[in-house]
Protein backbone atom coordinates (compact mmCIF):
# COMPACT_ATOMS: atom_id res chain seq x y z
CA UNK A 1 0.00 0.00 0.00
CA UNK A 2 1.50 3.48 -0.53
CA UNK A 3 1.81 5.50 2.22
CA UNK A 4 1.47 9.20 2.49
CA UNK A 5 2.84 10.85 -0.57
CA UNK A 6 4.75 14.49 -0.24
CA UNK A 7 6.06 16.80 -2.69
CA UNK A 8 8.65 18.28 -3.64
CA UNK A 9 10.99 16.05 -1.28
CA UNK A 10 13.51 19.39 -1.00
CA UNK A 11 12.65 23.14 -2.26
CA UNK A 12 14.85 25.71 -1.95
CA UNK A 13 13.91 29.17 -3.28
CA UNK A 14 14.72 32.94 -2.18
CA UNK A 15 12.76 35.17 0.49
CA UNK A 16 9.68 36.68 -0.75
CA UNK A 17 9.21 33.19 -3.05
CA UNK A 18 5.48 31.57 -2.69
CA UNK A 19 6.15 28.49 -1.80
CA UNK A 20 3.74 25.12 -2.22
CA UNK A 21 3.84 22.14 -0.34
CA UNK A 22 1.53 18.90 -1.26
CA UNK A 23 0.26 15.99 0.12
CA UNK A 24 -1.47 12.87 -0.90
CA UNK A 25 -3.05 11.03 1.96
CA UNK A 26 -3.49 7.05 2.71
CA UNK A 27 -6.51 5.89 0.81
CA UNK A 28 -9.22 5.99 3.33
CA UNK A 29 -7.58 8.43 5.77
CA UNK A 30 -9.63 11.20 7.31
CA UNK A 31 -7.81 12.99 9.55
CA UNK A 32 -4.92 15.22 7.83
CA UNK A 33 -2.37 16.71 9.62
CA UNK A 34 0.67 19.19 8.65
CA UNK A 35 3.47 19.51 10.89
CA UNK A 36 7.08 21.53 10.93
CA UNK A 37 10.26 20.21 12.48
CA UNK A 38 12.95 22.48 13.26
CA UNK A 39 15.67 22.24 15.76
CA UNK A 40 14.72 24.73 18.26
CA UNK A 41 10.92 23.89 17.91
CA UNK A 42 10.62 20.31 17.68
CA UNK A 43 7.60 18.37 16.00
CA UNK A 44 4.86 21.51 16.34
CA UNK A 45 1.50 20.73 14.43
CA UNK A 46 0.53 23.48 11.91
CA UNK A 47 -3.04 22.62 11.24
CA UNK A 48 -5.44 19.36 11.50
CA UNK A 49 -8.58 18.48 8.61
CA UNK A 50 -11.09 16.16 9.51
CA UNK A 51 -12.86 15.03 6.27
CA UNK A 52 -11.62 17.17 4.33
CA UNK A 53 -12.50 20.45 6.70
CA UNK A 54 -10.15 22.33 9.05
CA UNK A 55 -10.73 21.36 12.61
CA UNK A 56 -7.89 23.30 14.40
CA UNK A 57 -5.20 25.93 12.54
CA UNK A 58 -4.24 27.28 15.65
CA UNK A 59 -0.78 26.06 14.86
CA UNK A 60 -0.63 28.19 11.52
CA UNK A 61 2.56 30.63 12.45
CA UNK A 62 0.77 33.89 10.91
CA UNK A 63 -1.03 35.08 7.51
CA UNK A 64 1.51 34.09 5.21
CA UNK A 65 0.83 30.66 5.99
CA UNK A 66 -2.62 29.24 4.33
CA UNK A 67 -3.66 24.92 4.06
CA UNK A 68 -6.17 23.87 1.88
CA UNK A 69 -8.09 20.48 1.43
CA UNK A 70 -9.94 20.64 -1.51
CA UNK A 71 -10.33 16.74 -1.87
CA UNK A 72 -9.96 13.38 0.60
CA UNK A 73 -6.84 12.90 -1.69
CA UNK A 74 -4.67 16.28 -1.91
CA UNK A 75 -3.84 18.92 0.62
CA UNK A 76 -1.38 21.82 0.49
CA UNK A 77 0.56 23.86 2.51
CA UNK A 78 1.38 27.57 0.87
CA UNK A 79 3.77 30.01 2.03
CA UNK A 80 3.47 33.68 0.70
CA UNK A 81 5.77 35.51 1.02
CA UNK A 82 8.50 33.07 2.05
CA UNK A 83 10.79 34.43 4.78
CA UNK A 84 14.20 32.46 6.17
CA UNK A 85 13.14 31.24 9.23
CA UNK A 86 10.55 29.17 7.35
CA UNK A 87 13.39 26.81 6.67
CA UNK A 88 12.03 23.89 8.38
CA UNK A 89 11.28 20.06 7.62
CA UNK A 90 7.24 20.15 6.51
CA UNK A 91 5.71 16.64 7.39
CA UNK A 92 2.13 15.92 6.34
CA UNK A 93 0.95 12.70 8.15
CA UNK A 94 -3.04 11.26 7.84
CA UNK A 95 -4.75 8.59 10.14
CA UNK A 96 -7.98 7.30 10.80
CA UNK A 97 -8.26 8.36 14.53
CA UNK A 98 -5.57 6.37 15.31
CA UNK A 99 -1.83 6.19 14.64
CA UNK A 100 -0.64 9.05 12.50
CA UNK A 101 1.09 7.72 8.95
CA UNK A 102 3.75 10.21 8.09
CA UNK A 103 5.04 11.23 4.87
CA UNK A 104 8.96 11.52 4.09
CA UNK A 105 8.78 15.52 4.26
CA UNK A 106 9.67 18.41 2.29
CA UNK A 107 13.00 20.17 3.21
CA UNK A 108 12.38 23.62 2.67
CA UNK A 109 15.24 25.92 2.78
CA UNK A 110 14.58 29.88 2.09
CA UNK A 111 17.82 31.87 1.37
CA UNK B 1 -3.01 24.58 26.12
CA UNK B 2 -1.34 21.31 26.65
CA UNK B 3 2.48 20.81 27.22
CA UNK B 4 4.30 17.63 26.42
CA UNK B 5 7.63 17.00 28.44
CA UNK B 6 10.08 14.80 27.43
CA UNK B 7 13.36 13.90 29.37
CA UNK B 8 16.22 13.46 28.30
CA UNK B 9 16.72 16.00 25.54
CA UNK B 10 20.14 13.38 24.33
CA UNK B 11 21.28 9.65 25.65
CA UNK B 12 25.20 8.62 24.52
CA UNK B 13 25.09 5.01 25.55
CA UNK B 14 27.53 1.88 24.78
CA UNK B 15 25.61 -0.85 22.88
CA UNK B 16 24.54 -3.16 25.11
CA UNK B 17 22.98 -1.05 28.12
CA UNK B 18 19.89 -0.11 29.13
CA UNK B 19 18.01 3.06 28.04
CA UNK B 20 14.80 4.80 29.61
CA UNK B 21 13.31 8.43 28.02
CA UNK B 22 10.41 9.85 30.34
CA UNK B 23 6.88 11.38 29.11
CA UNK B 24 5.10 14.33 31.15
CA UNK B 25 1.61 15.91 30.43
CA UNK B 26 0.50 18.96 31.72
CA UNK B 27 -3.14 17.45 31.00
CA UNK B 28 -5.01 14.09 31.85
CA UNK B 29 -4.43 12.21 28.56
CA UNK B 30 -7.02 10.35 26.30
CA UNK B 31 -3.95 7.88 25.22
CA UNK B 32 -0.46 8.30 24.53
CA UNK B 33 1.15 7.37 21.39
CA UNK B 34 5.14 6.64 20.45
CA UNK B 35 7.29 7.41 17.72
CA UNK B 36 10.53 6.68 16.31
CA UNK B 37 12.24 8.98 14.13
CA UNK B 38 15.98 7.46 12.51
CA UNK B 39 18.29 10.25 11.31
CA UNK B 40 16.76 11.87 8.11
CA UNK B 41 13.44 9.85 8.10
CA UNK B 42 10.14 10.82 8.97
CA UNK B 43 8.41 9.78 12.63
CA UNK B 44 6.89 5.97 12.36
CA UNK B 45 4.50 5.05 14.85
CA UNK B 46 5.50 2.63 17.55
CA UNK B 47 2.64 1.83 19.69
CA UNK B 48 -0.30 3.37 21.30
CA UNK B 49 -1.30 3.02 25.36
CA UNK B 50 -5.05 3.44 26.31
CA UNK B 51 -5.94 1.93 30.20
CA UNK B 52 -4.26 3.71 33.20
CA UNK B 53 -1.10 1.53 34.54
CA UNK B 54 -0.85 -0.16 30.98
CA UNK B 55 2.20 -2.38 30.09
CA UNK B 56 3.43 -3.31 26.56
CA UNK B 57 6.17 -4.59 25.00
CA UNK B 58 7.68 -5.17 21.79
CA UNK B 59 10.39 -7.17 22.16
CA UNK B 60 13.44 -5.13 23.67
CA UNK B 61 11.04 -2.18 24.18
CA UNK B 62 9.07 -1.76 27.11
CA UNK B 63 6.05 1.26 27.69
CA UNK B 64 4.18 1.68 30.38
CA UNK B 65 1.28 4.69 30.68
CA UNK B 66 1.00 6.10 34.31
CA UNK B 67 -1.45 5.38 36.72
CA UNK B 68 -3.12 9.04 36.48
CA UNK B 69 -2.50 9.24 32.89
CA UNK B 70 0.03 12.13 32.37
CA UNK B 71 3.15 10.32 32.38
CA UNK B 72 4.86 7.57 30.19
CA UNK B 73 8.00 5.65 29.76
CA UNK B 74 10.19 3.79 27.15
CA UNK B 75 12.55 1.11 28.29
CA UNK B 76 14.57 -0.30 25.94
CA UNK B 77 16.85 -3.33 27.08
CA UNK B 78 20.21 -3.95 26.00
CA UNK B 79 19.91 -1.25 23.46
CA UNK B 80 21.55 -2.16 20.02
CA UNK B 81 22.96 0.42 17.04
CA UNK B 82 19.95 -0.38 15.22
CA UNK B 83 17.87 1.54 18.14
CA UNK B 84 19.40 4.49 17.03
CA UNK B 85 17.13 7.69 16.21
CA UNK B 86 14.75 10.50 18.14
CA UNK B 87 12.05 8.52 20.57
CA UNK B 88 8.58 10.93 20.64
CA UNK B 89 6.22 10.54 23.09
CA UNK B 90 2.77 12.25 21.84
CA UNK B 91 -0.59 13.02 23.69
CA UNK B 92 -3.56 12.73 22.35
CA UNK B 93 -6.21 14.54 24.78
CA UNK B 94 -9.57 12.78 23.24
CA UNK B 95 -9.57 15.65 20.03
CA UNK B 96 -7.62 13.36 17.67
CA UNK B 97 -4.48 15.81 17.88
CA UNK B 98 -1.18 14.39 19.01
CA UNK B 99 0.76 17.30 21.28
CA UNK B 100 4.67 15.78 20.92
CA UNK B 101 7.19 15.64 23.19
CA UNK B 102 10.37 17.36 22.28
CA UNK B 103 12.23 13.74 21.53
CA UNK B 104 14.70 12.06 23.22
CA UNK B 105 17.89 11.65 20.68
CA UNK B 106 19.61 8.54 21.24
CA UNK B 107 23.09 7.62 20.26
CA UNK B 108 24.50 4.03 20.89
CA UNK B 109 28.13 3.68 20.27
CA UNK B 110 29.13 0.19 19.06
Known amino acids: DAGVIQSPRHEVTEMGQEVTLRCKPISGHNSLFWYRQTMMRGLELLIYFNNNVPIDDSGMPEDRFSAKMPNASFSTLKIQPSEPRDSAVYFCASSRGGPQHFGDGTRLSIL | GQQVMQIPQYQHVQEGEDFTTYCNSSTTLSNIQWYKQRPGGHPVFLIQLVKSGEVKKQKRLTFQFGEAKKNSSLHITATQTTDVGTYFC??????????FGGGTRLMVKP
Open chain 2, 90 to 99: AGDNAGNMLT
